[in-house]
């Protein structure tokens, strides 16, 4: 699937990712309205109203972009009925082409992780039939546990030809407060970045390996160091626009061949119909909001280059 994604991002001139973070908040009334009218002001409606939300700004994307990222936080508020709008969400975002990288920032003891994996990357055996539960392309992973927690991913990933992001630097304010604390004179994250990279040699693509890594956009000196730790490894690279990350700080995310990295964003693109530059479109329009918020990010990513 790294090949693919690649591909897919060369051919689009385009290194960024349509983070679908629904919050109902930034569902238009009209959406929320038709939704509650079929199944009431519930969980179910709830449901309805995000998946109806992001089909449509998928439908006024999708030809520009090579993959989004559904944060999983955003459905499982809604219990049951928020975990069938991922998955549907999920499937419809494959069914017109692009890569899903499933935001779902899981990791645990070896056996659970098998569990995670396969069912956000893998399939499961049901009686004498094989099932796929969400199916995503990717996944997020939290290295915390080390490599017995990693493994079943890693594993999962070479069956399915899928592939993973692990949390290498994280773009939130208190990231540093453990992944900046210096082990043997070198910060955890630059360790974390090496272990990135050794476990990416064992499953490489034709340019890139399938184990990539999370690097936020707020910390681009570090974004520096770690794309010389981990050359063969995929940056994805949350914490663009909405929490303040600068194209012109993202140059170092990238390798000399014009690739290595892909930037998302969430708020910045989905709730664009709220911010005053995308205003004039409306939120009857919130769709095409969308989509000129998303040109608007691929030209200013690509002005760095
Ligand atoms: O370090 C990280 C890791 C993941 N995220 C996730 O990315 C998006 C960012 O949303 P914006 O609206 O573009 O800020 C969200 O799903 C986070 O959970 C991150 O921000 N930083």
């Given at each position: 699937?790294?090949?693919?994604?690649?591909?897919?991002?060369?051919?689009?001139?385009?290194?960024?990712?349509?983070?679908l973070?629904?919050?109902?908040?930034?569902?238009?009334?009209?959406?929320?309205?038709?939704?509650?009218?079929?199944?009431?002001?519930?969980?179910?409606?709830?449901?309805?109203?995000?998946w109806?939300?992001n089909?449509?700004?998928v439908?006024?994307?999708?030809?520009?972009?090579?993959?989004v990222k559904p944060?999983i936080?955003?459905y499982?508020?809604?219990?049951?009925?928020?975990v069938e709008a991922f998955r549907k969400t999920v499937e419809y975002c494959k069914s017109k082409?692009l890569v899903v990288i499933g935001?779902v920032?899981?990791?645990?003891?070896?056996?659970?992780?098998?569990?995670?994996?396969?069912?956000h990357l893998?399939?499961?055996?049901?009686?004498?039939?094989?099932?796929t539960a969400f199916g995503e392309d990717f996944a997020?992973?939290?290295?915390?546990?080390?490599?017995?927690?990693?493994?079943?991913?890693?594993?999962?990933?070479?069956?399915?030809?899928?592939?993973?992001?692990?949390?290498?630097?994280?773009?939130?304010?208190?990231?540093?407060?453990?992944?900046?604390?210096?082990?043997?004179?070198?910060?955890?994250?630059?360790?974390?970045?090496?272990?990135?990279?050794?476990?990416?040699?064992?499953?490489?693509?034709?340019?890139?390996?399938?184990?990539?890594?999370?690097?936020?956009?707020?910390?681009?000196?570090?974004?520096?160091?770690?794309?010389?730790?981990?050359?063969?490894?995929?940056?994805?690279?949350?914490?663009?626009?909405?929490?303040?990350?600068?194209?012109?700080?993202?140059?170092?995310?990238?390798?000399?061949?014009?690739?290595?990295?892909?930037?998302?964003?969430?708020?910045?693109?989905?709730?664009?119909?709220?911010?005053?530059?995308?205003?004039?479109?409306?939120?009857?329009?919130?769709?095409?909001?969308?989509?000129?918020?998303?040109?608007?990010?691929?030209?200013?990513?690509?002005?760095?280059?």
């Amino acid at each position: 699937m790294i090949n693919e994604l690649v591909k897919k991002i060369q051919k689009l001139q385009a290194p960024v990712v349509v983070g679908l973070d629904p919050m109902l908040s930034y569902v238009p009334e009209q959406v929320q309205k038709k939704a509650f009218a079929e199944y009431g002001e519930t969980l179910e409606g709830a449901g309805e109203a995000i998946w109806q939300f992001n089909k449509e700004i998928v439908d006024k994307t999708w030809d520009l972009i090579p993959a989004v990222k559904p944060q999983i936080a955003m459905y499982e508020q809604f219990g049951v009925p928020g975990v069938e709008a991922f998955r549907k969400t999920v499937e419809y975002c494959k069914s017109k082409g692009l890569v899903v990288i499933g935001d779902v920032k899981r990791g645990d003891i070896g056996s659970t992780s098998a569990a995670y994996a396969a069912g956000h990357l893998g399939n499961v055996q049901v009686g004498n039939s094989r099932l796929t539960a969400f199916g995503e392309d990717f996944a997020t992973v939290n290295p915390y546990l080390g490599t017995d927690g990693i493994k079943p991913f890693i594993d999962v990933c070479k069956e399915e030809n899928k592939g993973l992001f692990i949390l290498v630097k994280t773009s939130n304010p208190s990231s540093g407060e453990f992944q900046d604390r210096l082990i043997d004179g070198r910060p955890l994250y630059e360790w974390v970045g090496e272990k990135v990279a050794q476990w990416g040699e064992t499953h490489m693509g034709e340019s890139y390996s399938y184990i990539g890594a999370v690097v936020g956009a707020t910390y681009p000196e570090m974004g520096k160091v770690l794309r010389r730790v981990m050359p063969k490894s995929y940056i994805l690279v949350p914490g663009y626009g909405a929490q303040g990350g600068k194209a012109a700080d993202l140059k170092p995310y990238f390798n000399e061949d014009g690739l290595g990295a892909i930037v998302n964003s969430s708020r910045g693109i989905i709730a664009a119909y709220k911010q005053e530059k995308y205003a004039h479109i409306g939120a009857a329009n919130f769709g095409d909001a969308s989509r000129a918020a998303v040109e608007d990010m691929i030209a200013d990513i690509n002005s760095i280059f």
